[in-house]
C-alpha cells in the first residue's frame, strides 16, 4: 500500500491508503485529517521517539516534510484487524530515503497502526514503527536531521 490505491474513504483500507497518500505526498493537512486532534494519540518512531497529541505528532511530521531528505515507502506483509469502531494493522514498510549527492537509503520498518471511528471517519490514534537494523537505524535518523538543517 502506497496510498495511490482507491479504497473507499469510510472502510479500513481507505483510512490506510489516505495516511500513506499523506506520507508520500508529504501532505500535512492530509496528514491531520488521518490523525485528528485527539489528546490522546500516540506516536512512537525512529524519528521522534513517543510523541504524544497531535501537536507534538506533527512536529515530526513538519520536520520530515519540510527537510531535502524524501521519504518514500510502502506497507506491505500486513493483517488487518477490526472490532467495532478500532482496526489495527500490523505489518512491514519497506521504502527509500533519498537526498541530494547521496546514494538512496533503502529502509524497512516493522509498523503497527492503530485507527479509532470518530464523528463518522477513521482516525489514527497509535503508530510504532522500528527499525532493527542498529547501522540502519543510525544512518536514518543522521540523513533526515542532516536533510532538516539544510533547509
Known amino acids: 500500500m502506497t496510498g495511490n490505491e482507491s479504497e473507499p474513504p469510510g472502510a479500513p483500507l481507505g483510512a490506510l491508503a489516505e495516511f500513506y497518500r ?3 505526498t508529504r501532505d500535512l493537512a492530509l496528514m491531520e485529517q488521518s490523525w485528528g486532534a485527539a489528546a490522546d ?23 520530515l516534510f519540510s527537510g531535502e531528505a524524501r521519504v ?7 493483517t488487518l484487524h477490526e472490532a467495532g469502531d ?8 519497506r521504502g527509500r ?14 509498523t503497527s497502526r492503530l485507527f479509532r471511528r470518530e464523528d463518522g471517519r477513521w482516525r489514527q490514534a497509535h503508530h510504532h514503527g522500528s527499525i532493527d537494523d542498529p547501522k540502519l537505524l543510525a544512518d536514518y535518523q543522521a540523513r533526515v536531521r542532516a536533510g532538516a538543517n539544510e533547509t
Open 41 to 63: 494519540a500516540v506516536m512512537d518512531n525512529p524519528l521522534g521517539g513517543i510523541m504524544r497529541g497531535w501537536p507534538a505528532i506533527r512536529q515530526v511530521y513538519e520536520r
Open 72 to 78: 518514500n515507502v510502502e506497507f506491505f506483509d500486513y
Open 22 to 24: 499523506a506520507f508520500n
Open 97 to 110: 530515503l533519498q537526498q541530494k549527492h547521496q546514494p538512496d537509503l533503502p529502509l524497512l520498518i516493522r
Open 86 to 93: 478500532i482496526f489495527w494493522a500490523i505489518g512491514r514498510e
